[in-house]
Structures are given as structure tokens and as C-alpha cells.
């Protein structure tokens, strides 16, 4: 059977056993999103990818020394590593930062949002990015638990079972956070005036 077609855990199985391409399917497999989420929170091309690499160094090392334990949870087991590896470097430098979706040069950097953006006209520009300006606004002001899940759910587009593993909560409670983060989303729009649909 091709890599490919294999779960997540029949690579990891593998890859343990010795298959050193199994990691390999694993890595192209889960590169995108992972870069993404950590790029997103670093903002800094280098650094971003020397933080991907010390993930996957300490990946490799937890599974060859055979305390993975995360049973078909692989990505975000992985995205926990990530995060917990910008933490330690933050705290070390003293200068902790939010996962944040905006980018160095303070203009959105929104993955699953860009496409179709330069196929709009100046107007419809304009108006898509004083929404999106208007959303982030909005969505700073949300508890931070709601917060966390809009992000996760559309920065990162994290299914809810990931996002309930990644936040150790069930996915009840992280659609419920999500449910409520609309309500007070729709509500702190109508009382500014702000529209949330283009």
C-alpha cells in the first residue's frame, strides 16, 4: 500500500518499525498548517523555519524513544509541540507575544482568506478590508477562550476535534465557545454598526 493512502497512525507505526519515509509522508502531509500556525505567531520567515525543524527534531526524538503515546491525534500533538517551543523562546526572551494573524509588516496575513483577493476591484477591496479590520477589532474584545477558538478554527482551519485536542477540552465545549463567540461577535457588531458580511 502507498504512504499516501496510510492514517496518520499506520505512518507513525511504521515509521517507528524503521520506515524512515513514512515521517517523510507524514512531514509533506502536515507542512502547510503547521508552518502557517507557526509562522502566523512568529511573523519571521528564518525563525519560522528554524522553529519548524526544532519541532520535527523533537518529533522524531519522542517517537524513536517510544513515549508518543497521542493515538490518532498526531497534528495536533505536533501543533502543541510547536507552540510550547515558541513559549519557551518568548518567555526566554522576555517578550512573550499572542498568536497573533497579522503579519511583520502589520497587514493581514489570513492563509485561507487570499484567494480570490486580486481577483477583486479597488471598491470591493476596500470594503473587504475595512471588514476584516472591523472583524479583528471585534474579535479582541471576545473572552479569551472564544477568541482562541476563532482563531484556531479559521487561521489555522482546525477541525473541532483537533481544536478540542490542541485545547484539552471536549468538542462540546469548543463548539459551544464557538457558538457563543458569533453571538457576542453579532452582537458587538450591531452595536457598533459594523457589518460582518461582504
Do not use: C
Not at 524513544?65 to 495536533?76: A, C, H, V
Not at 462540546?172 to 452595536?191: C, H, P, V, W
Amino acid at each position: 500500500m502507498k504512504l499516501v493512502n496510510l492514517s496518520d497512525q499506520d505512518l507513525v507505526s511504521i515509521y517507528i518499525k524503521g520506515n524512515e519515509g513514512a515521517l517523510e509522508e507524514l512531514i509533506n502531509r502536515h507542512r502547510s498548517r503547521i508552518f502557517s500556525y507557526i509562522f502566523i505567531t512568529i511573523k519571521n520567515q528564518s525563525l519560522a523555519e528554524d522553529f519548524f525543524q526544532d519541532t520535527f527534531i523533537k518529533v522524531i526524538k519522542t517517537l524513536k524513544s517510544g513515549r508518543y503515546n497521542e493515538e490518532g491525534k498526531f497534528l495536533p500533538w505536533v501543533m502543541r509541540i510547536a507552540h510550547n517551543l515558541m513559549i519557551d523562546y518568548f518567555r526566554k526572551q522576555k517578550k512573550f507575544r499572542k498568536v497573533s494573524p497579522v503579519s511583520r509588516d502589520n497587514e493581514d496575513f489570513e492563509i485561507f482568506s487570499t484567494i480570490g483577493y486580486d481577483e477583486l476591484n479597488m471598491e470591493q477591496r476596500m470594503v473587504k478590508d475595512q471588514l476584516r479590520n472591523d472583524m479583528k477589532e471585534l474579535l479582541e474584545r471576545l473572552p479569551e477562550e472564544q477568541k482562541q477558538v476563532v482563531k484556531l478554527r479559521h487561521y489555522y482551519d482546525m477541525s473541532f476535534k483537533e481544536i478540542s485536542d490542541f485545547t484539552n477540552v471536549s468538542i462540546n465545549t469548543a463548539l459551544g465557545r464557538m457558538r457563543y463567540a458569533i453571538i457576542n461577535l453579532r452582537k458587538m457588531a450591531d452595536e457598533k454598526g459594523v457589518t460582518l458580511e461582504m
